[in-house]
């Protein structure tokens, strides 16, 4: 039987076929260094094992996840404070692995008229450079988003991915939990990955996480995957410009005029320097 996984928990991986089955993996995967994921389409033995695991057109491995077709990235304004480092290093490893992001940001409630003014400039400047931005509040659009894809929740913790989700769908009741005062920041209380069917398309609730790396990444696919940086490469100086030192650099130039935001950059800065 061929299904797809939509649920691990340790090693129990449920799998949907016309019915839910929960199957264990072969050893051979553990010989072969190959892990199940959450979103792989498997098959399994009639004794509930998985056989085989079909190929993967992408994974994340934080949250670790299989086919993705869009990664939603929750950005709390407040309460956890707004990183736009951590929203850069997320958009630049998901353009990496060929999902489309998708970015809702939360918590605008929480901010007076002022604050709000201050990161219209950064909501106004992601949707300029193309991507889908919305605000949490916009929930029959953010509805519409879901239908035959398979969407990823990722993003800090408690900026409010199973809030939003028990939004959107009344029937979940996702556990959530208050900020920790102390730390600024939420408490873990999703513990495992499991797609869940909402609006007709699968979602992931994934364990939040405060950190990230670039895996496997060069310097120059960090740069590539700054998405607005390729509208200048070609008026660089040098085919193979860096955007950091090089005297005649279109990047630079427009960092410089305001037409590229400048704290994309200086994250942009960070993540090469690491």
């Known amino acids: 039987m061929i299904g797809k996984i939509i649920k691990q928990i340790s090693n129990d991986y449920t799998v949907k076929t016309d019915t839910i089955h929960i199957c264990k993996a072969r050893g051979k995967f553990r010989d072969m260094k190959i892990t199940p994921l959450v979103g792989d389409n498997v098959k399994i033995s009639d004794d509930n ?37 951590l929203l850069d290093k997320l958009l630049t490893i998901i353009e990496f692995n060929n999902i ?24 106004d400047y992601y949707k300029k450079i193309g991507y889908e931005v919305y605000m949490n509040d916009e929930l029959t659009k953010i509805k519409k988003i879901f ?3 398979i969407s990823v929740f990722t993003g800090q913790s408690g900026a409010g991915k199973s809030t939003l989700l028990n939004k959107l769908d009344k029937t979940l009741n996702l556990k959530t939990n208050e900020i920790s005062q102390a730390l600024n920041r939420g408490k873990h209380t999703t513990r495992h990955t499991e797609l869940l069917e909402i609006e007709g398309g ?7 996480f405060s950190a990230i790396d670039f895996n496997d990444m060069t310097k120059d696919d960090i740069k590539d995957n700054f998405i607005e940086f390729s509208n200048y490469r070609s008026e660089c100086e040098f085919r193979n410009c860096t955007h950091t ?30």
């Open 202 to 208: 699968l979602v992931a609730d994934t364990p939040g």
């Open 49 to 85: 094992y998985i056989l085989e695991i079909m190929p993967r057109k992408n994974e994340l491995r934080r949250p670790p996840i299989a086919n993705i077709d869009e990664a939603i990235i929750i950005t709390s304004l407040k309460k956890p404070d707004f990183s736009s480092n």
């Open 245 to 274: 030192h090089e005297k005649k650099c279109k990047v630079k130039e427009k960092v410089e005029d305001g037409t590229i935001l400048k704290s994309r950059y200086e994250n942009y800065i960070k993540f090469i320097s690491r």
């Open 147 to 149: 239908k035959n894809k």
């Open 100 to 123: 489309k992001p998708v970015i809702i940001f939360t918590k605008q409630d929480l901010l007076d008229e002022t604050e709000l003014q201050k990161f219209k400039q950064y909501i």
